[in-house]
């Protein structure tokens, strides 16, 4: 997963790039990261073991009641620079949007700790292999068959 200081930097070259475009633009920009894996058991048997991650992107810009959001999973800047592009021609041909609310100043927000467990998010995909084997011995030990997912 990409570390918070280079998500940081992706939108700060984003915003950049954006007010480079159009300067009095409003411009919002999302950068995150996020990855998920999982281990398949069943009939006493590991069937599957997965791992995916994935970045996102997203920006939005208004030219006054005009805006439009463009989002990608690349994040290199030819593609990123792209999108910025792409957001912009979209807002230029937008219709005027009567309800649009400006964007909100920078806020500044309380720091959270991490919400996951670190251990849990770096096993491998043999560590939770190994993990539904303990599982699946318990049930053969039992005379019982298993199946499960995690």
Not at 2 to 23: F, G, N, Q, W, Y
Not at 62 to 78: P, V
Not at 100 to 120: C, I, K, N, T, W
């Amino acid at each position: 997963m990409i570390e918070r200081t280079e998500l940081e930097a992706i939108a700060a070259r984003l915003v950049d790039d954006a007010k480079k475009t159009a300067p009095t633009a409003e411009v919002s920009v999302r950068v995150g990261t996020s990855g998920a894996a999982n281990v398949r058991f069943g009939a006493n048997e590991v069937e599957s073991c997965g791992d995916v991650s994935d970045e996102e992107v997203t920006v939005e810009v208004a030219l006054g009641k005009r805006h439009a959001r463009a989002s990608t999973n690349q994040i290199d800047e030819k593609a990123t620079r792209e999108l910025v592009e792409r957001a912009m021609a979209m807002a230029k041909v937008a219709p005027e949007d009567p309800e649009h609310m400006p964007v909100l100043p920078p806020q500044s927000y309380v720091a959270v700790p991490e919400s996951f467990d670190r251990g849990m998010a770096e096993m491998t995909s043999e560590s939770r292999a190994l993990v539904a084997q303990v599982a699946i011995a318990a049930a053969r030990q039992a005379g019982l068959t298993s199946a499960g997912f995690f």
